[in-house]
């Protein structure tokens, strides 16, 4: 171990400079580290940290205006920043290869699955059609696909994002390369996938020898697989070393403060909340998907809310926690009336809405509000920041005048300038973003707010900023809020109770400390047993 | 055997029954719809047939243009008429020519073979040239070649047809005398077997770059478009990663993408090719049924000028289908979304 040993992978003062006019010189700078065979390296860093960068350049999948301008990238030794493009094209998919973050559109979607792992052997080499085919068969078994001798004639399309990704890998491995480079492989699935595709790499990399850079921006998986730690800011390596040392004794101030705002379960007061008036109060809700159908066949048909029921008290914060296609998102739309319900009671400050017309429902509509996923897509580029604040409160019968001086109240309450107000929203960046989503469905004082993965899109230290702006609103206007998300660990540090969906259904609610503890339903379970770092403490790594 | 049944299982089967029963519905209210407007709009345009039929025969008395009206079924309620009309279109009669006097499917049928001929030529030139020249200006983006062929597709999407012929017909058959100004025979030759289908092919060759060379730009635009498109993709990117050479992933990865909405837009556009004849047939003397409707316009004679919207509609509603069909081979998606 102590010997020095030739890096698979040496790093060496990399610069890749951005075309002028950004907000920096470098998309990194000067940046240096080793990849040794047989252990995993991870990049870890947020949005713009410059650590997908490092990867392509690494591969020489560059976009054509940017090209490194100093430094040394040394595979085995040899410089890949001065080789020939085609000696390059020998090296990729052989020696070294890449997964990517998005499984959905990183396959093309008119090639077979079985075509698209076989296409590397043929490109490097693989003259034998059969030969290729039982290769991708064993592939195919390898990465854990259920039946391959039928999934390999199956297009991309058929496949769910988890099965994606594995064939993915599978096309990564086919020629076992010395490296794999994997781009947040896991960020786009959900978290129980994310735990099998994990263990994946992990058990691969172990069998093969393999040297893999992970690049991340989630510390819980760090936790769970990093034998060493490239932390990146801004395009700057501000902290390597041992997984171990720099979990758990983070040195840099903005490793400390990542590490800091990583969520996780908190103890907290329930007890305040549930002493609040009743104000949400579902019953048997259920909302029915058709689709498909003719003359000949028969629709589809897919319970997305399947007999839910539930209630809310002023002041609690009610997490609904489940994975994608459990049907959270549509029993908020529900909640709201923004798609139709098929049956049951929404009894909202005692009465039910679910019978009333379009026109009956809308002077309660100021009272139940949502806060959007995408903070891009979710504000209207055309409309300034004050048209977006004012235009519900005047809708609905306030002076326009009265609607200024509380927008620009607002805008001080979620920590923006007020001088935002003549603002468009894309001169903000994405946590800004939400704070005008947030602020938007306040300017109506609700009573009730819906959260759909309102932080999901947000870098980690934003995503804390923003959680904390919620829980202080709530302390502050008594507002209950509902909480959709994918995210165990941030629902357990902010809700009050927790309802997990499974299918259409919740399989299982109670307080935090019930459902993280004593977990009764078997997908529950899983659940937790998934999620990243379940046995690290940020908290205790930056007391 | 064993397959057929995976495919019953699959409920593939019912889905493609499913899918070819509501397309033939649709289209049959399509043609429909279009019979009736035009019958509709023709009838309400000013002239009328016996009196323009009258007038050549010499004869400008009240009481012979009443007599061909009532020849003609003129003289009956408008209602009364499309009602005749359409209970003939279900059985195949399209109506008598009042001009040539013959019945209007006899002049259509023969005429039509010619215009699919052209149109077709015309529609095969312009896809596979526009393509291949997207493609290169894609490929080489930003080099000469691409300036080149951009600078070019925009000139021809710019220039009217009739000017082009004209101007082909001045330069390749008056002055050089490579290529022949009009008909689809030379007349009087009376070619047959190889001899005859050289020939023709020979008169074809203005006609169809003529008619073939606006839509060539518009593929051309549109394939560079598409492909550029496709080429920011991140499969794309995962091709690169693999090792594989360029121009292999443009081939195998980018242009079967890119392709689709090409193929889609040159679908929707095969009716326009059908408009696009009638200038072309006319300036070239092509015998087909562009130069039919015109003189049919210039005559008022309605059941051919209905007869010809008849099939021209039944042409492109066909052609439609038919690349509706051909998508969900080419798309494995497409099914599986309807």
């Known amino acids: ?543 | 055997m064993p397959a057929l049944l995976t495919l019953c299982r699959q409920g593939k089967i019912l889905k493609t029954l499913d899918f070819l029963f509501q397309r033939f519905v649709k289209a049959i209210l399509v043609v429909l719809g279009v019979v009736i407007l035009n019958f509709v709009l023709i009838h309400m345009a000013p002239g009328d047939p016996a009196s323009v039929l009258a007038g050549e025969a010499g004869a400008g008395d009240a009481k012979f243009i009443a007599q061909l009206r009532a020849q003609f079924g003129l003289d009956q309620p408008l209602y009364w008429q499309l009602w005749t009309y359409l209970k003939g279109v279900l059985t195949g009669d399209l109506g008598y020519s009042y001009r040539n006097q013959v019945p209007v499917m006899t002049l259509i049928l023969d005429r039509l073979p010619a215009t699919l001929l052209l149109t077709g030529c015309a529609f095969v030139f312009s896809l596979v040239l526009g393509i291949l020249l997207g493609v290169i200006a894609a490929y080489r983006r930003g080099s000469i070649a691409d300036s080149v062929v951009m600078t070019s597709a925009l000139v021809f999407y710019a220039t009217p047809l009739f000017w082009i012929a004209l101007m082909s017909v001045l330069v390749f058959s008056l002055h050089l005398d490579w290529l022949p100004p009009f008909d689809m025979e030379s007349i009087g030759a009376n070619y047959t077997g190889w001899a005859r289908v050289a020939d023709i092919a020979h008169h074809l060759v203005l006609p169809t770059v003529t008619l073939g060379l606006f839509f060539t730009a518009v593929y051309t635009r549109l394939t560079r478009a598409s492909m550029l498109e496709v080429m920011a993709l991140d499969f794309v990117k995962t091709a690169r990663a693999k090792g594989v050479p360029k121009a292999q992933i443009i081939r195998r990865h980018v242009l079967r993408n890119a392709i689709l909405p090409v193929f889609t837009f040159a679908s929707m556009q095969a009716g326009q090719l059908v408009g696009g004849a009638v200038l072309t047939e006319t300036v070239f003397a092509w015998p087909g049924i562009g130069r039919l409707m015109f003189d049919a316009l210039l005559q008022r004679d309605y059941p051919v000028l209905l007869g010809v919207f008849l099939v021209t509609a039944a042409v492109v509603v066909l052609v439609n289908l038919i690349t509706d069909l051909l998508y969900r081979f080419v798309d494995p998606r497409i099914e599986a979304a309807s």
């Open chain 1, 1 to 543: 171990m102590n010997a020095p040993r030739t890096p698979l992978l040496r790093v060496e003062n990399l610069s890749i400079p951005l075309p002028t006019g950004l907000d920096r010189e470098f998309a990194v700078e000067n940046i240096s580290y080793d990849l040794h065979a047989g252990e995993i390296l991870c990049i870890v860093g947020e949005s713009g940290s410059g650590k997908s960068m490092t990867a392509n350049a690494i591969m020489g999948l560059l976009p054509d205006y940017l090209n490194p301008s100093g430094g040394k990238i040394l595979f085995r030794g040899k410089d890949l920043l001065t080789m020939r493009e085609s000696d390059l094209e020998q090296e990729r998919g052989r020696s070294m290869a890449m997964v990517f973050q998005e499984p959905l559109s990183a396959l093309n979607p008119l090639m077979k699955v079985r075509d698209q792992i076989a296409e590397v052997m043929e490109v490097h080499g693989e003259r034998n059609a059969e030969t290729r085919d039982r290769r991708v068969l064993d592939l195919l078994e390898y990465v854990g696909l259920p039946d391959p001798a039928n999934l390999r004639d199956a297009y991309p399309f058929r496949l769910s994002g988890g099965q994606r990704q594995r064939v993915m890998i599978a096309m990564a491995l086919a020629l076992e390369p010395a490296l794999l480079i994997a781009d947040e492989p896991t960020t786009a699935l959900d978290v129980t996938t994310q735990a099998q595709i994990l263990d994946l790499i992990r058990r691969i990399q172990k069998a093969k020898g393999m040297g893999v850079m992970f690049v991340t921006h989630d510390f819980g998986v760090v936790a769970d697989i990093a034998d060493r730690v490239v932390v990146m800011e801004r395009g700057i390596v501000v902290e390597q070393g041992l997984a171990e040392d720099v979990l758990n004794r983070p040195k840099h101030p903005y490793t400390r403060r990542l590490i800091a705002a990583v969520p996780h379960r908190e103890a907290h007061d329930a007890k305040a909340a549930a002493e609040g008036d009743l104000i949400l109060d579902v019953r048997n809700l259920r909302k029915t998907y058709r689709s498909g159908g003719g003359f000949f066949s028969r629709p589809r048909v897919v319970n997305a809310v399947n007999d839910i029921s539930f209630t809310l008290r002023r002041g609690e914060t009610l997490g609904v926690v489940g994975e994608s296609g459990s049907g959270k998102s549509t029993l908020g739309r529900c909640l709201l009336k923004l798609t139709e319900v098929d049956g049951g009671q929404v009894l909202f400050r005692g009465s039910d809405v679910v019978p009333l017309s379009a026109g009956a429902f809308r002077p309660l509509r100021r009272h139940m509000q949502m806060v959007f996923q995408d903070p891009f897509a979710s504000l209207n580029p055309r409309q300034t920041v004050g048209r977006i604040l004012t235009d519900g409160p005047v809708a609905n019968g306030v002076s326009y005048a009265d609607a200024e001086i509380k927008a620009r109240e607002l805008l001080a309450l979620v920590g923006l300038e007020t001088s935002a107000f003549d603002r468009y929203p894309q001169e903000f960046s994405g946590g800004q973003r939400q704070r005008v989503g947030i602020a938007r469905a306040l300017a109506l004082d609700p009573e009730l707010l819906v959260a759909d993965e309102s932080v999901s899109a947000l870098d980690v230290s934003v995503q804390a900023q923003v959680l904390e702006l919620l829980q202080d609103l709530q302390r502050k206007l008594n507002i209950a809020i509902i909480f959709i998300t994918h995210d165990l660990r941030i629902a357990a540090q902010i809700c009050d109770r927790i309802a997990v969906m499974y299918r259409g259904e919740i399989v299982e609610s109670g307080p935090p400390e019930q459902v993280f503890d004593a977990p009764q339903h078997a997908y529950t379970q899983r659940l937790i047993a998934a999620i990243p770092g379940l046995h690290w403490n940020p908290r205790l790594a930056v007391l």
